[in-house]
C-alpha cells in the first residue's frame, strides 16, 4: 500500500509537472544541483565560439565588400549630374544614343562571324572527340565480352587449370 506523503514534504520535496497532458510528480530540482551538472567552458567551446567568431568575421567581410561592389556598380550605372543651362533650369535628360558610324558597324560584324566560325570549329572539334571516345569505349567492352569467362563454366575451369 502507497503511503500517503505529508504536506510539509510534498511542499519541499515533490513538484508537480505537466507534459502534453501527462501530469506526474517528480522531485523538486535545486538550483544548486544544477549549477554543478553545468559544465564549464572547455576547450572544445572555446575552439567551436572562435570558429563561429571567425565565421561571422568573414561573412561581415564578404558583405562589405559587395556593399562597395554594388554602390560603385551604382555609380557606372547612373547618369552624371546635368550642367544647369545659362538660364539657370537644368536641362531635360534625354536618353542615352551611341552613335556608330558604318566602319564600326562593319568591325562589330565582321567580330561576331569571326566569333561564330571559332564556336562552329570548337562544336566540330567536340564532335569528333565524343566519337572518338564511343569508339574507344565499345573496343574495352567488346575486349571484356570476349574475355572466356562468359563461355561455359567448363570452358572456364579448363582455362583456369591450364
Known sequence: MARPIRPDEDDAVWEVCEDN?????????HLSS????????????????????TIRDR?????????????????????PPEATSEAGTS??????SFHLSPPAIDCLILELETQEATFRNISDLCNCVDLFCEAQEDRLTQSLLDLPIWGSPRALMRSLCH
Not at 497532458?21 to 523538486?28: A, E, I, P, S, T
Not at 567551446?45 to 563561429?52: A, G, I, P, T, V
Not at 565588400?65 to 547618369?79: K, R, Y
Request: hydrophobic share 35%.
Open 21 to 29: 497532458g501527462f501530469v506526474y510528480k517528480r522531485r523538486r530540482r
Open 91 to 96: 536641362s531635360v535628360a534625354s536618353p542615352p
Open 59 to 79: 561573412y561581415h567581410r564578404e558583405l562589405e565588400q559587395w556593399e562597395d561592389l554594388s554602390a560603385s556598380l551604382f555609380c557606372l550605372a547612373s547618369p
Open 34 to 53: 544544477l549549477v554543478e551538472r553545468l559544465p564549464a567552458d572547455s576547450a572544445e567551446e572555446r575552439r567551436r565560439n572562435h570558429c563561429l567568431i
